[in-house]
T-cell receptor
């Protein structure tokens, strides 16, 4: 099993550009999450999904959008990139609420 | 918003020493997890604790969940250079509808020198 696959691994965007961070899992997990990680700040929840067609905002959703058309895929869309969105983005999934997360290897995004 | 305070933020020790990392909150968690993260990779789950007072051991690592389920600790015995990394605690809200969302502490960067 591949687990959680994130693409791309690195990306540089110019201010105002848009992009989609891809996330796919092959474990048939219903719960999926997007976090961003900034130095010394732990991980902050951007959006999450409890199943196909169901998404909701996390702690820091501004400037982002998500969709969940299938169980496997949970893409994160950045519209009008800003320097404040420079971060490392992690996608994660879990089987049920008390199970551990399986994380992807992350996307390092720089907005210049 | 529930907060998890981790301490210390940085820890630099020699091989063979013991260490303890703390994770504290004023909120009650239904479960608490510890993760380890290496540079360029995502966090990897070490353990989940769900019962107040629970102690779990993973080789040289001992994890404890506080009786009131508001705090946890990670103790490493005889640290090795391979233990170097970022250690994160994360809790699931005990009340309401959390949908399994985790609240993360800010992390402890551990460096073990040979």
């Amino acid at each position: 099993n591949a687990g959680v696959t994130q693409t791309p691994k690195f990306r540089i965007l110019k201010i105002g550009q848009s992009m989609t961070l891809q996330c796919a899992q092959d474990m048939n997990h219903n719960y999926m999450y997007w976090y961003r990680q900034d130095p010394g700040m732990g991980l902050k929840l951007i959006y999450y999904s409890v199943g196909a067609g169901i998404t909701d905002k996390g702690e820091v959703p501004n400037g982002y959008n998500v969709s969940r058309s299938t169980t496997e895929d949970f893409p994160l869309r950045l519209e009008l990139a800003a320097p404040s969105q420079t971060s490392v983005y992690f996608c994660a999934s879990r089987w049920t609420v008390n199970y551990g997360y399986t994380f992807g290897s992350g996307t390092r995004l720089t907005v210049v | 918003t529930q907060l998890l305070e981790q301490s210390p933020q940085f820890l630099s020790i020699q091989e063979g020493e013991n260490l303890t990392v703390y994770c504290n909150s004023s909120s009650v968690f239904s479960s608490l997890q510890w993760y380890r993260q290496e540079p360029g990779e995502g966090p990897v789950l070490l353990v989940t604790v769900v019962t107040g007072g629970e102690v779990k051991k993973l080789k040289r690592l001992t994890f404890q969940f506080g009786d009131a389920r508001k705090d946890s600790s990670l103790h490493i015995t005889a640290a090795q250079p391979g233990d170097t990394g970022l250690y994160l605690c994360a809790g699931t809200n005990a009340g309401g509808t959390s949908y399994g969302k985790l609240t993360f502490g800010q992390g402890t960067i551990l460096t073990v020198h040979p």
